[in-house]
């Protein structure tokens, strides 16, 4: 497009330039024709000069020839003869005889080119007389007239009309002594004059030459006017000169043809046939500008139709990509819904169908499939107390163990939260199944780390058989589940098969969450109290406030089972508030048979609503009017994990209120020694699992050594849990630790119960260890 738009700039700028030229050509000519006629007319009158000086000196030598002869000694003997009255018989005949000669021999010696310049010679007397002529044949008609006048002795020079025929004449006086006595004529002959004048042209010079006197053209030169000499040439198309000649009577007049009268180049013709030399080119470059312009429509129709194509092809482009990216999308999309973003593993959903599609194989094939639920132990815990990231990130790592692991016709997906389902299709006989869930199990003895901190994280595993233990999906997945919370519900950490009695077990615990409600609803709920001794005294110095819930549905319902279930559905709150209530107003009663603390165990998700939290314990130490040094908020350390600024200062403000803290469970969680310098805690319970085994587990007999060890260090008293027997009783004196709880001692009893025990116990003497209630 461009391109065209430039080739029409450049017609349109040769026509410019041709027009251009033009002018510069008919400038130059015309200059130059200017310059031609100038130099023409200075050539000419230069030639016209010439010819006039010529003709000066013409006239000049004629006139010394005629005074030569006026002053001759032939000439004044003959006028001396005369005056003498010398006869013509005598002398006087000889000497107009010698004049004559001289006369004669003048007219023939004087010439120019060979021509004469005389034609005739003549003495004419004053009376008109003919004294002497060269030619006596014609006779000379003398007109002395106009002659008498003039007294100069200067040679007169004149035309004269003779029979039609103009002759110049040179007329001289004779003068003897100072009169005049006679006239020297000389009648010159016009052919030389003609020649003088006419010397540098010729035929074609077109030119016009005049001699003029008063008595009007004495000759003629032209080739200008053709045949017709007597017309006047055209003025305009010639260059006239008007030239008097110095002391004759003539004016030489001439004309010329001037140069551009007949230059071709200045010619309107010249100009004309230029310009129609030009009407072509102008035509031409008119006819390609129409051509180019025609090229433009035509190449911008084609730049028209590549844009198109062009704009097309990224259209088509962009169709694809999109079409690509729509495909990836769906790809994903489908992905997505197929798989868990987290994990990478496939979700739920496709977990379910993979199993269907397996299930379906094995029921063709006749084969055995094992559906296997990993459930990861208190990963609730990891959520609540390390963060979300934290939780993430264990669940990655399990996937990536529990994936290194499988074989690869085995399945892993992700059922949700912290839940695994893994299916091992052609399974043999169940012993290889127990092989398998010990090894997935194994897995997890490693620790995980997180922000350089080193925690165990163990699963659950339950595990149902097709066909036996189910006959679908459905059937088979919620078998495996009832096994896994089978696991759950006997500690955690291992793995257990379905079987049919579990299916009541299940029943049950979906029933417990309404049954829960009901029970707060209607009091049902109830706080035993477990004896916290001096193991040195034996003196009961406390007691730990332990939930109870007897429904009549379900009988006895463990707090194990019915706390985490509220910690869930959100009762806690008001079992917690229930049980600050409670237990504040027992150990205030109490306080009248013996100072004892009153331990509550508070959860953790109760400290989400810290202000709630702090009215309910300060509400319920008013309302009992229990002094707040009495009371043991017993928190795990799992709250404390993850740094809570409200938690803290609310286990600040309660501690500076007099409460004290006391850290429950310690060595089972992330037993981080750091709190416990961190934060103001009065009193550390060492879990009942250590001392189980402290007999026979020299390590934990360590352990043991080391947290008291630690806590004395730290000024915190240390409560043993889980005292069954006088063994450990004694191991704990051993190692001063001071104070403990366990059946060895008393269960947990209800507040009579305890009321009893308490008072039996600040009636005896301390030495002697109390015989109590002991239900073993
Ligand atoms: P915990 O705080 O560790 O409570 C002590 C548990 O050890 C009690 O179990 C108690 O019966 C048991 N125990 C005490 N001495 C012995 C012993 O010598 N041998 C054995 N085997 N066990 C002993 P319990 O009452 O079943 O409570 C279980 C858990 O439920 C408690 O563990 C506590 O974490 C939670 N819990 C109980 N009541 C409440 C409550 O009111 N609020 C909150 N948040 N948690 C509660
Ligand atoms: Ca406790
Ligand atoms: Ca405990």
């Known amino acids: ?189 016009k052919d030389v004059i003609f020649e003088q004048l006419t010397a540098q042209e010729s035929k074609d010079s077109q030119s016009r030459i005049e001699l003029v006197s008063e008595n009007g053209h004495s000759f003629v030169w032209d080739s200008l006017s053709g045949k017709n000499p007597t017309s006047e040439p055209n003025s305009n198309a010639t260059i006239n000169f008007s030239i008097p000649i110095k002391n004759t009577p003539f004016v030489l007049n001439n004309w010329f043809e001037s140069v551009n009268g007949k230059s071709i180049l200045t010619s309107s013709w010249f100009i004309i046939s230029l310009s129609f030399l030009a009407l072509p080119v102008m035509f031409g470059l008119f006819y390609i500008f129409i051509i180019n312009n025609a090229n433009i429509i035509l190449r911008t129709k084609v730049t028209e139709s590549k844009k198109q194509h062009a704009i097309l092809s990224v259209k088509n482009h962009q169709l694809l990509d999109e079409i690509e990216k729509r495909k990836i999308s769906e790809e994903k999309l489908s992905y997505q819904a197929t798989h868990d973003a987290l994990t990478g593993l496939p979700n739920r959903s496709y977990g379910n169908q993979q199993l269907e599609s397996e299930i379906e194989k094995a029921g063709v094939n006749n084969s055995s499939l094992l559906v296997m639920f990993i459930d990861l132990d208190n990963f609730k815990q990891i959520n609540d107390t390390l963060g979300h990231l934290a939780g993430d990130e264990v669940l990655k790592q399990s996937t990536s163990r529990l994936m290194d692991s499988v074989g690869s016709s085995e399945l892993l997906s992700r059922l949700g939260g912290d839940e695994f389902l893994l299916i091992v299709p052609n399974l043999n006989n169940q012993v290889l199944a127990k092989d398998y869930a010990t090894q997935v199990l194994a897995l997890f003895n490693q620790p995980f780390n997180w922000n350089n901190q080193d925690f165990f994280v163990s699963i659950s595993i339950g595990m149902s058989v097709y066909p036996q233990d189910g006959q679908n999906t459905e059937q088979l997945l919620a078998n495996a589940d009832m096994a896994m919370y089978s696991v759950k519900q006997d500690g955690r950490n291992a793995f257990s098969f379905y079987s049919s009695d579990m299916s009541s077990n299940v029943q049950r615990s979906l029933s417990l969450d309404g049954r829960l409600r009901y029970a707060i609803a209607n009091n049902e709920l109830e706080i035993y109290y477990q004896p916290i001794l001096n193991l040195r005294t034996n003196e009961i110095i406390g007691a730990e406030a332990l939930m109870r819930w007897n429904d009549k549905k379900f009988g006895m319902v463990p707090p194990d089972e019915f706390i985490p279930l509220s910690e869930k559905n959100g009762l806690i709150h008001q079992i917690g508030e229930f049980a600050i209530m409670t237990a504040c107003q027992q150990a205030a009663l109490w306080q009248a048979i013996a100072p004892i603390h009153m331990s509550i165990n508070f959860s953790s998700v109760q400290f989400r609503f810290c202000d ?44 500076s209120m007099g409460v004290k803290l006391t850290i429950d469970d310690f060595g089972t969680g992330y037993s981080a020694l750091s709190y416990l310098q961190k934060f103001p805690f009065d009193q550390l319970k060492i879990d009942r699992s250590f001392l189980k085994n402290i007999r026979k587990n020299k390590s934990d007999r360590e352990l043991v050594n080391a947290v008291i060890a630690m806590a004395k260090a730290l000024n915190l008293k240390v409560i043993a849990e889980g005292i069954e027997n006088q063994w450990h009783v004694d191991y704990l004196n051993s190692i001063d630790c001071e104070y403990g709880q366990g059946f060895h001692y008393s269960k947990p009893v209800p507040a009579k119960e305890f009321e009893r025990l308490l008072r039996d116990n600040a009636n005896k003497a301390y030495r002697e260890p109390l015989k109590l209630n002991i239900v073993e």
């Open 612 to 655: 709630k939290l702090f009215t309910q314990v300060r509400y319920g130490l008013m309302k009992s009017g229990l002094p707040a040094d009495r009371l043991d908020i017993e928190i795990t350390e799992s709250l404390l994990f993850n740094h809570n600024e409200e938690v803290i200062s609310l286990l600040n403000k309660l501690q």
């Open 1 to 189: 497009m461009t391109i065209n738009v430039k080739a029409n700039r450049l017609i349109l700028l040769a026509s410019l330039l041709l027009a251009a030229y033009l002018m510069l050509i008919l400038g130059v000519t015309n200059l130059g024709q200017t310059r031609l006629e100038q130099s023409q007319h200075r050539e000419l009158e230069l030639k016209v000069g010439n010819y006039a000086s010529t003709l000066e000196y013409f006239f000049y030598v004629t006139n010394e020839d005629m005074d030569t002869l006026v002053e001759d000694r032939v000439m004044h003997a003959f006028f001396a003869n005369l005056a003498s009255g010398m006869s013509m018989q005598y002398g006087l005949g000889s000497s107009i005889l010698r004049l004559k000669n001289k006369l004669v021999a003048t007219q023939k010696n004087k010439t120019i080119n060979q021509k004469n310049i005389y034609d005739r010679f003549a003495l004419v007397g004053l009376d008109g007389s003919i004294i002497a002529d060269t030619y006596p044949k014609s006779k000379l008609l003398f007109n002395i007239a106009r002659l008498k006048n003039n007294k100069s002795s200067d040679v007169i020079i004149r035309t004269v009309n003779r029979l039609g025929n103009n002759e110049v004449q040179l007329v001289k006086m004779v003068t003897q002594s100072g009169l005049p006595t006679a006239y020297l004529v000389a009648i010159l002959n």
